[in-house]
């Protein structure tokens, strides 16, 4: 059982990995488990328009943007909540998960307006800002569960050997949840990769994302098959790369760190 569900689960990734070393001609035209006439073109097309190569630019950066951010200002937030306690704490914490509960859609009107006032409409800033709404929140329930595993008489010892705030946070604390920090920054990297509806709405052509690109194929002589499936091969490997790093704490960061 366990074979037939992992064909079941390989075979659409195989799938689309075979469509990608195809013509539209051969895809269109047989049935086939591996390319007959195999081809690189869909491939070369990709990385030769620069349409193609610079939506996988605009979606890394912004995507690293959104991770930076997100990091910085959910570290200490986190902390805070790992370690003090004051009035509302709780319910500002619950507060920050229903965040998560908002479908994208509800944000775009008044994102969009606020942008284009601005004049970041079309910026990779615009994008990555927009996704710290959800991935802020994201960010501080995992790191706190990892946070709250340390003792708190980590901070008292460091306090007594005279370190400053800065220098324990730095030297001693991060290096003690690097591995939440990790799995943080994986969640955040998915979340920000696959997310189409705002960065699609918040962009027009300069910071436009390959997910947005992607669902332009269709021409008036149908849809360019091969060189779309080559774009989702390329697309699904940053996320195997990012998963290949982490994947010893995945599971303990599914349970933010409360394992």
Known sequence: MLGFYLIFVILPIYWLLNLSFQSNSEILGTFSFWPRSFTLGNYVGIFTDANWYMGYVNSLAYVLMNMLISISVALPAAYAFSRFKFIGDKHLFFWLLTNLMAPPAVFLLPYFQLYYSVGLFDT???VALAHCLFNIPLAVWILEGFM???????????????????????????????SGIGVTLFFLFMFSWVELLLSRTLTATNAQPIASIMTRTSTASGIDWGTLAAAGVLTIIPGIVVVYFVRNHIAKGFALGRT
């Open 148 to 178: 709250s595993g340390v003792p708190k008489e980590v901070d008292e010892t460091a306090y007594i050997d005279g370190y400053s705030f800065p220098a324990f946070f730095v030297k001693i604390f991060l290096p003690m949840i690097r």
């Open 124 to 126: 990779h800033i615009a």
